[in-house]
């Protein structure tokens, strides 16, 4: 019992140390700026309530409804998509095809049980490919050749086409392969998208940020270590947690932590790791980007006589695998070609993708809504789970209810 206390007491004191300079300081008024429709004030003030009750530090929230811009707001101090929609045009065009083997075009890739992977498994995460040969490092991530190298001795972990698990960081790296074997300009990932998407499209989205863009970054805060402990019985989160913090070796530990690369934590706000091109983590823009190539997407793959993808192509993002459980998150989820197919409101089903710390955009078919989020404040939920999402989803489909009746 003496014991028990202890350790209590330590919690408590550990956690008024984190929050005493906080609740000392009065901070000053939130700075939200930005613009929405008539119809959609109710998602301004959810959005300034966030930030009045610290939920939020920075963020951004855009949406987009028939094809027409809503909701572009910002606010606060300023101290997981792309590859799959590349992928896809890469199939639109010919020069991939879903169904047929990674080798066919990575010939270097067929070796440790990868010879039958095909395009289709890798994009559903159903590779087994979640953790590479060995973790890179910085060093190796700025070589591509090293590193398309070393990702192509990687040993599946389950057979292919068995069981689905998120890729966490090696998803992109795999596309990126992938299409640099299969461009005709040979390029990667990052180069794809900033030439044919980015570029064409006006999309404000870089992987890989350019320096003269690096003042523009918000500064990541992550949450605190203690933030993870108190979610260890929760019933959703209480597998990952606990083999986060426990199972070193473990696959969940290994897919998700890349500590020569992405730790420690003051690294994620050097130019020096924002600068690579990791697909899945270094995607660094705005949210209005983000709901503008979702807006996109719902518009049948044409925007102002632009066409980034066709609507054949852009079905399939609505075409998922089985409803199971991630061998890697431990919990269930489904893959639609390398969106996420979810409900985060009601019973609106849409397709898109979490990003880190409960950011991430999504487009909904059934009401032609985009919706994206980006925080500089992090949680430790994924994006269907944060409470400040979920407000501002809750507060979007009200006004277009509204609006609507």
Not at 8 to 25: D, E, H, K, M, N
Not at 26 to 40: E, M, R
Not at 63 to 89: F, Q, R, S, T
Not at 120 to 125: A, G, I
Request: hydrophobic letters at 35%; a neutral charge; one cysteine or more.
């Amino acid at each position: 019992m003496g014991y028990q206390r202890t350790v209590l007491a330590v919690i408590a004191v550990s956690v008024l140390i984190q929050y005493l300079p906080s609740l000392l300081s009065k901070s000053p008024p939130p700075l939200i700026n930005g613009y929405v429709a008539s119809g959609f004030d109710e998602v301004r003030r959810v959005f300034r309530d966030l930030h009045e009750n610290g939920l939020d530090a920075g963020s951004s929230f855009a949406v987009y409804h028939k094809g027409e811009k809503v909701v572009d707001l910002w606010g606060g101090y300023a101290n997981y998509e792309a590859p799959a929609i590349c992928v896809a045009m890469a199939v639109d065009r010919g020069y991939l095809d879903y169904d047929q083997k990674v080798s066919h075009y990575w010939p270097d890739f067929a070796q440790n049980g990868k010879e039958n992977i095909t395009l289709k498994q890798l994009v559903h995460h159903e590779a087994g490919l979640a953790v590479p040969y060995v973790h890179p490092d910085i060093t190796t991530v700025r070589d591509t050749d090293k590193l398309f190298k070393l990702l192509a001795k990687t040993t599946p972990t389950w057979e292919p086409g068995t069981a689905h698990g998120y890729h966490a960081i090696t998803y992109g790296w795999f596309l990126s392969g992938v299409l640099r074997h299969a461009d005709p300009k040979h390029r990667t990932i990052g180069q794809f998208f900033k030439e044919e998407v980015a570029d064409v499209f006006g999309i404000d989205f870089h992987i890989g940020l350019p320096r003269e863009e690096y003042y523009r970054v918000a500064r990541i805060q992550r949450p605190h270590k203690l933030s993870y402990m108190k979610h260890v019985f929760n019933a959703k989160y209480r597998r990952i947690i606990q083999d986060l913090i426990f199972r070193p070796d473990g696959l969940t530990h290994k897919a998700l932590n890349f500590p020569d690369l992405l730790a420690p934590d003051e690294r994620q706000n050097t130019y020096s790791l924002q600068s690579l091109e990791i697909p899945s983590a270094t995607g660094i823009g705005t949210a209005r980007a983000l709901a503008k190539l979702y807006a996109i997407l719902n518009n049948g793959g044409e925007w102002e006589g632009k066409r980034l993808l066709s609507s054949e192509l852009i079905k399939k993002f609505t075409e998922c695998n089985e409803h199971r459980v991630d061998e890697v998150l431990l919990y269930k989820r489904v893959y639609c070609h390398g969106m996420l197919g979810k409900q985060p409101y009601k019973s609106h089903r849409v397709f898109g993708h979490t990003g880190y710390g409960g950011q991430g955009a999504f487009f909904d078919p059934y009401t032609n809504t985009t919706l994206a989020f980006i925080a500089s404040k992090l949680s430790i939920y994924s994006m269907g789970d944060d409470e400040r999402y979920l407000a501002l989803v809750k507060s979007t489909y009200d006004s277009i209810t509204n609006l609507e009746n």
